[in-house]
């Protein structure tokens, strides 16, 4: 998945309401140039009435949680991440989910100004925006059976005690404290590749130790190889008595010539 990490800031000071406010400031998408999501701590989540979907009320920019990502809409463009301050990663309108695409325009605290005059019970016209070469391959992302909508993910609330200095900034750390805490399994290919980024790659498992079979033997052209058979060994006879011996075996004894 093409991504792009953006940088992801705490505002500090103490909050004066129960919820964060969510401040989403946009710049220039070119290198050098961050782009700032500011969420000084965990943000208000509603459902969405009828949507697998979450959104932040509270909030200053367009936040949503879907899948067990949370999603933001910022200079006409998506990102995700798996924490609810970042870091964010780029998504392309072509991977967004559709049941995040579906939600309603009257959701969007802080609507771009070509959602003006769209109906606000409607999801936005994506189509109309991006084009119709992003609506041939995205077809029927607006056309859905509500009773067959899938049940929304549950809120990763373990993140509410993580804010200010205890925020984690290690990716392995927070990839630790989400598989201690957060046990759902995402549907969407999308929130599965971005949960197995990162991910430690296990050595590849080597060969499975053969038992040496029969030793081989080149044939010759145009034959078949043939295993080696094990040669015969020569068979080994007690040595045959002498006169003498045979002389004992009979219980004779023969005392000194006498002349």
Excluded: K
Excluded at 114 to 133: A, N, Q, T, V
């Amino acid at each position: 998945m093409r991504y792009l990490l953006l940088a992801s800031s705490l505002l500090l000071g103490p909050l004066t309401s129960v919820h964060a406010q969510v401040s989403v400031g946009v710049g220039i998408a070119v290198p050098g140039v961050n782009i700032g999501i500011n969420v000084p701590a965990y943000p208000e989540l509603v459902r969405v009435p009828g949507y697998p979907v979450y959104y932040a009320p509270q909030a200053n920019g367009n936040y949503f949680f879907y899948d067990g990502l949370y999603w933001v809409y910022a200079g006409d463009s998506w990102y995700a991440s798996s924490w609810y301050n970042g870091p964010w990663y780029l998504v392309g309108p072509e991977r967004v989910p559709p049941y995040v695409l579906r939600v309603p325009v009257r959701y969007y605290r802080a609507p771009p100004p070509y959602f003006h005059g769209w109906r606000p019970d409607r999801p936005p016209r994506w189509g109309e925006h991006w084009g119709r070469d992003w609506e041939r391959r995205r077809p029927g992302w607006d056309r859905w059976d509500r009773r067959r909508a899938p049940r929304p993910a549950p809120l990763p609330v373990y993140q509410q005690q993580y804010s200010g200095d205890r925020y984690p900034h290690e990716a392995e750390q927070r990839r630790s404290i989400r598989s201690e805490n957060y046990r759902y399994r995402p549907r969407e290919p999308v929130t599965r590749q971005h949960y197995q980024q990162g991910q430690p790659a296990r050595p590849p498992a080597g060969p499975p130790r053969q038992e040496p079979g029969p030793q081989r033997y080149p044939a010759p052209r145009g034959q078949q190889m043939q295993p080696m058979q094990p040669q015969p060994q020569p068979q080994r006879h007690p040595p045959q008595p002498g006169p003498r011996d045979r002389g004992r075996d009979r219980g004779e004894e023969r005392g000194p010539d006498r002349r």
